[in-house]
């Protein structure tokens, strides 16, 4: 159980991160948001050219 938070993790977790460039709906699910910048993850390698490629989305590393 969680007795007390540190003040930074405040400080670090305050701000929100803007997808909008997913275009997903208001109360999109987790797996829609992951389809999503997996699908743009994979936009931005074929852009950046052969030496470059996407193998899988699950790899442990």
């Known amino acids: 159980m969680l007795r ?6 405040l400080e ?3 701000d929100g991160y803007m997808l909008e460039f997913l275009d997903l709906p208001g109360g999109h699910a987790e797996t829609d948001l992951q389809k ?3 699908a743009r993850l994979k936009e931005f390698l074929s852009e950046l050219g052969r ?8 790899y442990p590393l």
């Open 4 to 9: 007390q938070t540190h003040p930074a993790a």
């Open 36 to 38: 999503g910048l997996l």
């Open 12 to 14: 670090i977790f305050r």
């Open 51 to 58: 030496d470059f490629c996407f193998v899988g989305s699950e």
